[in-house]
């Protein structure tokens, strides 16, 4: 089955080669090897669990939704990174490994071949660009953590050819045997409890000759759609939950004869740890999260038979205050922000992304900005609609974009671009806002610093908020992470994180 990153279907031109490049795979496999209790035999197809875990893991680290990474994997090779005969598993269409990818530029064949987490990598890098590139539609608020938000990128990780229309041209019937509807559907067998939505196109919202290998185009950019499916892998300890069905209520993370009870729909439990993979079914490919009910009574539940609770507003919970200091599995004491990003944690002005992360590496958005500067300062949470046309009141981050726009901490305009990923130019200038920093009386050493943000980049390089990327680079157009931001906005708060 031919992939979009095959022979031609899809040119990334030199920034994207750049940009698909694994710098960071070396890291990032050692961690997710780490956490999975992983040590690689060449030839040999990890355990099924193992490879659970593996993809799972990958998909966090990517803020991926990991039903979407497991489904595509799945679909691609039934997580198949070698043949019996330990022989790497190579389609006839030259597919490699457990995501069939081929050779590019940016990626080491022999890698792809032989190394699992490498390869399972770089599907999950495909995806993410995909996700990304700009130019496919998106769903609602192109929310990362909704599993719907993916099936345009879960198309074009195979190719959007006239074969992965949503519906058929002629007739106007939905296709099912499109890519991403196989993709969509294996997610809700393989997830048990989990059911996503399955949308509706029209044959107008798609141009292509279906006799033709053309790519289809797409005249409808947005598609807004109710009702969809968050990730099941980002609850944390001491959120409330409901039962979207009838669920099993079990003594141990397995559907192996240790059924408590059958607990009702819209029965409210509470989380009370991270997520862990089935202790002895072998092909459950959902993961269980022990839970409380009211009552007191402790077991396991499928995350596909959990939902937020309902009733609850979409905008994040006010943050509590923690009972013991706040600490994140992926920011280690080592990281060059540790402390300002737990000082901000335990000063419930941020969180973690689930599953007991912060996720520092990835992309700041500006919607995240804004509802981190809302809650450093304290300012109000009932602002006045700024008419954004892309910022409906149901946004998950509208109070917070509301709010710092009220204030004056991003420019009001008709769209706020609420997904965009933040930059560092971008990055001086709402923090030089919403902290008015005095006005620097020297000058930058920056050579790239001129233009629009150049004043905003002096007062905070002047304040010790932070400097560039090279002693005479400030770089203000490279996107910022959720790492730098929070080194930043801490610096901003407290003069102690400050560059002495």
Known sequence: ??????????????????????????????????????????????????????????????NIPPEVVKAVAYRESSWAQFNSDGSPNISSDNGIGMMQLTNQANFDQERLEMDVLYNIEAGVKVLDEMFTRG??????????????SWYFAVMAYNGIKPQNSPVRQASGERNESAYQELVYSLINRSEQGTTTKQLSFEPSDFNYDPTSDANIEFPVHHFTFDNLTKTKYLFDIGEKVETNT???????????????????????????GAFTYDEVSPNNQFVWYPVKR?????????????????????????????????????????????????????????????????????????????????????????????????????????????????????????NFYPERTLTRGEMAAILDRAFDFPQAVGSHPFTDASGIFEYNITNVYEAGVTSGVTPTTFAPRNTIDRGQFAAFLARSLNEEFRAQ
Not at 37 to 55: D, I, K, S
Not at 138 to 145: A, H, L, P, Q, T
């Open 1 to 62: 089955m031919k992939k979009l990153v095959k022979n031609g279907l899809f040119t990334f031109g030199f920034i994207g080669l750049l940009s698909m490049s694994l710098p960071t795979s070396v890291l990032a496999a050692e961690t997710v090897a780490e956490r999975c209790q992983y040590e690689a035999v060449v030839g040999v197809n990890p355990a099924f669990q193992t490879t659970n875990c593996l993809l799972t893991e990958m998909a966090l680290d990517y």
């Open 135 to 148: 130019n496919l539609p998106v769903i609602n608020d192109n929310d990362r953590n909704v599993i719907e």
């Open 246 to 272: 009838r669920a099993n209520f079990r003594t141990s993370p397995s559907t192996q004869n240790n059924l408590i009870t059958t607990l009702p729909a819209g029965e409210v439990l509470t989380i009370t």
């Open 294 to 414: 009211t009552d007191g009574t402790e077991g396991y539940i499928t995350s596909g038979n959990l939902n937020p609770l309902s009733g609850e507003s979409v905008e994040p919970a006010p943050p509590v205050e923690p009972e013991e200091p706040v600490t994140f599995s992926d920011v280690p004491v080592t990281h060059y922000a540790y402390d300002e990003i737990h000082y901000l944690a335990n000063n419930n002005i941020v969180g973690g992304v689930g599953h007991g992360r912060f996720d520092p590496n990835a992309p700041l958005t500006r919607a995240q900005a804004a509802t981190m500067l809302t809650r450093a300062l304290g300012t109000s949470t009932n602002a006045p609609n700024p008419g954004f046309k892309d910022v409906s009141t149901t946004h998950y981050f509208y109070s917070g974009i509301a709010s710092a726009v009220e204030s004056g901490f991003f420019v009001k305009a008709d």
